[in-house]
């Protein structure tokens, strides 16, 4: 298996468990959703994948390679990533925010002055066509730019190294419903065309269920369905996000901590 | 968990507080206590009285005032200003009296001798003088360039020096906690000590001249910048620089291309505030013996050529006053970067 999650544990405090004993395979090319709201452990389980945390218990590994420190120089070059808050350099230009992906394959001292190779430069430049922004878009800063063009900046900075894996961590949570979908798109897109796995945390069921080839959904640091997105159901949203019954005012989707009649519910998750 | 409400009450009932605590009243008075004894010892009561006769005389309303005579005298002495300069031609190597440099004229003066037996003045001769009309405000404005160049070579020193204080004052870069506090505290040590005494040691060691000067400068505005310089990068976003360093980007390059494109507004600012402070400041350097148009000021007032001082204070305040238009108009664009 290309990624693997095998009893994935990971906890910030005493009683703050993020990722609670997670396991699962992802096999190259898939495009997999990690579905769940807020404060589920999508975020926590993505990032220790290319260790920007690593796990209080259990291991992931990608590619046969167990991730940890020792690696990871190796390692997080094969995996891009692409945020929420896009988290581009405001005051850089699009062309240098792509190129900054690129950093650990360029040596200091060219990084220091700002050089990058022109064949680098060059793939930037079709990445940048790729994901639809212009000639013009060059060396505009990334400030300026609207929040769709903004990600878009950052898939294209995902994808410089020639990824084997993207990382997705809410990639349109801060964009409107029309852009999320183009930018989810491209994102496919994206991946199909170079062949790179993505694993992509969402929020919005419908988003999940439109694009992903898989769902993983997550509630409380644990996996409560594990599928195909045709098969996630009226009974797979509800043990995600434990509404008994969608009452008028509450938008699906939204997470409903406070259910009291929960537990009682024949549908209710099977992990509490 | 139920938000608490308070039970409700008349608006009659509701308790309201007093304007002044008694605790703020006996705070003022014991401050104006100390105030006034304080007043007493830096004779501020005698200051109010010689500018309120001084100002008095101005108006008309006296015809003495102790201020006004010392107003008088200087203004006496320093007007009109002296823009030339006078040398002995006898004392001028290599002079020759058919190729006078520009502008320039010879004069004759008297040359007097005390005479002790008779108890008077009396003429042993003429000395001749070659006279540079723009001779002393040419040798000031070029102390004033020397200034100028001290304070580009203080900053860029300080610059220098900031660096590595910089990097050890910021957490993610520095070592440890040791290195951290020891280079916070020399940063907060080289900013209370000030330039003055700082230059005094360094005459002591290198000499009257611009050296004392420059290190002075430098040393000062060092802890500036490395603190501020280290207390911008710790403020930094983060995002972006985990976005990078989650690539696998070593930390100076997340610092080149993540840190560096944020902070650069505030360091140009930062510079070009110390650059204008160390003019200022450098013109007065050399009152303890640093160089620049400082010694100038100095040596002219200790002699009471009170006519040079005034041209040196013009030329300090039009210089001073000129960059500071031209950093103005710079400033919008240089933030720009």
């Known amino acids: 298996m290309f990624l693997r999650f095998i009893d994935v544990r990971k906890s910030f405090a005493e009683d703050a468990v993020a990722v609670d004993g997670v396991s699962f395979d992802v096999p190259r090319g898939q495009f997999c959703v990690v579905l769940g709201s807020s404060g589920a452990g999508k975020s926590t389980l993505l990032r220790l994948v290319n260790g920007m945390l690593e796990p209080s218990q259990g291991r992931v590994e990608f590619d046969g ?25 405001p005051r850089l230009s699009v062309l240098n925010n792509v190129l900054a992906g690129a950093l650990p394959k360029i040596s200091t001292l060219a990084a220091l002055c700002g050089l990058f190779p022109i064949d680098l430069r060059r793939r930037a430049c079709r990445l940048l066509a790729e994901v639809g922004l212009g000639e013009e878009h060059l060396y505009r800063r990334a400030a300026n730019l609207s929040g769709g063009q903004q990600q878009r900046v950052a898939i294209a900075r995902a994808f410089i190294l020639e990824p084997q894996l993207v990382l997705a961590d809410e990639p349109v949570a801060s964009l409107d419903p029309e852009t999320s979908r183009v930018i989810l798109q491209l994102l496919r897109d994206e991946s199909r065309q170079h062949q790179s796995t993505v694993l992509c945390s969402l929020h919005q069921v419908e988003l999940a269920v439109e694009f992903a080839d898989r769902i ?28 008994r019954v969608p009452r008028g005012g509450d938008a699906p989707g939204e997470p409903h901590e406070q259910a009291p009649p929960e537990a009682s519910s024949p549908e209710s998750d099977p992990a509490e | ?146 200034t100028l160049e001290m304070a580009v070579w203080g900053t860029l020193l300080a610059l220098a020096l900031s660096i590595p204080l910089a990097w050890f004052s910021t957490r993610g870069y520095t070592w440890n906690r040791g290195t951290y506090f020891l280079a916070r505290a020399v940063c907060s040590f080289t900013r209370a000590l ?23 400068l430098g040393f000062h505005c060092a802890g500036f910048f490395g603190k501020f310089f280290a207390d911008d990068i710790e403020n930094a976003d983060r995002g972006p620089q985990d976005a990078l360093r989650s690539t696998g980007a070593g930390r100076i390059k997340v610092f080149r291309f993540a840190v560096l494109p944020q902070v650069t507004p505030q360091f140009v600012a930062y510079v070009q505030y110390i650059m204008e402070r160390n003019v200022r400041t450098a013109t007065v350097l050399g009152i303890v013996g640093a160089g620049g148009i400082g010694l100038e000021l100095k040596g002219r007032l200790d002699l009471s050529d009170y006519s040079h001082v005034a041209t040196t204070l013009l030329v300090i305040f039009v210089t001073v006053f000129v960059l500071e238009q031209i950093t103005q108009s710079v400033r919008g664009r240089l933030i720009d970067v």
Not at chain 1, 71 to 80: D, F, K, R, T
Not at chain 2, 52 to 64: F, K, N, P, R, S
């Open chain 1, 65 to 89: 390679v167990t991730v940890q420190r020792r690696v990871l120089a190796q390692v997080q070059p094969c995996i891009g990533m692409v945020h929420q808050q896009f988290n581009l350099v």
């Open chain 1, 216 to 243: 993983v959904g997550m509630r409380h640091g644990r996996i409560v369905f594990d599928g195909p997105a045709e098969e996630f159901d009226e009974a797979a949203r509800r043990s995600l996000y434990g509404l």
């Open chain 2, 1 to 146: 968990m139920a938000e608490q409400t308070p039970r409700p009450t008349s608006p009659d009932d509701w308790r309201l507080r007093k304007p002044f605590s008694l605790k703020l009243v006996l705070t003022f008075l014991a401050v104006a206590v100390c105030l006034a004894v304080s007043a007493r010892r830096t004779e501020i009561d005698k200051a109010i009285y010689q500018t309120a006769e001084g100002l008095a005389y101005a108006v008309g309303l006296t015809d003495e005032a102790e201020v006004a005579t010392g107003w008088n005298n200087v203004m006496a002495s320093a007007f009109p200003l002296t823009f030339s300069a006078e040398r002995e031609v006898t004392r001028i190597e290599g002079f020759d009296r058919n190729d006078l440099p520009a502008f320039s004229y010879l004069i004759s003066k008297p040359e007097r001798e005390y005479d002790l037996d008779r108890g008077e003045w009396i003429e042993t001769g003429e000395i001749e003088y070659l006279v540079e009309p723009f001779g002393y405000l040419t040798h000031v404005l070029w102390k004033m360039v020397e």
């Open chain 2, 194 to 216: 000030p330039e003055l005494i700082v230059a005094i040691f360094c005459v002591l060691l290198f000499g009257f001249g611009t050296i004392p000067g420059v290190l002075a």
